[in-house]
């Protein structure tokens, strides 16, 4: 089973692409929310402090090392 949108179904891209697969459209997808997700529903409340940058999730401070290598980064920035 291969879901597309209702545009890609009406369109024929499934026959075209040669799926072999079933496809139906996907239906409802605007309306699904973070709450919605069985494994992955945590939304911490975020704070961000203007002056010193510090970043809180419920209250706790995340820090992290600085990165050493930044791929992609401003050096391949085309745009």
Known sequence: LTFV?????????PATLGLRRRAVAVKG????TKSDMVLNDYAP??????QTYEVRADG????????????LAQRYYLF
Do not use: F, I, N, Y
């Not at 949108?5 to 891209?13: C, E, H, I, K, P």
């Not at 997808?29 to 699904?32: A, G, K």
């Not at 706790?60 to 791929?71: D, H, N, S, Y």
């Open 5 to 13: 949108s209702q545009a890609a179904l009406d369109a024929g891209v």
């Open 60 to 71: 706790v401070l995340l820090t992290c090392e600085p990165a050493k290598v930044l791929p």
């Open 45 to 50: 409340l975020m704070e961000v402090d203007s």
């Open 29 to 32: 997808t605007r309306s699904v």
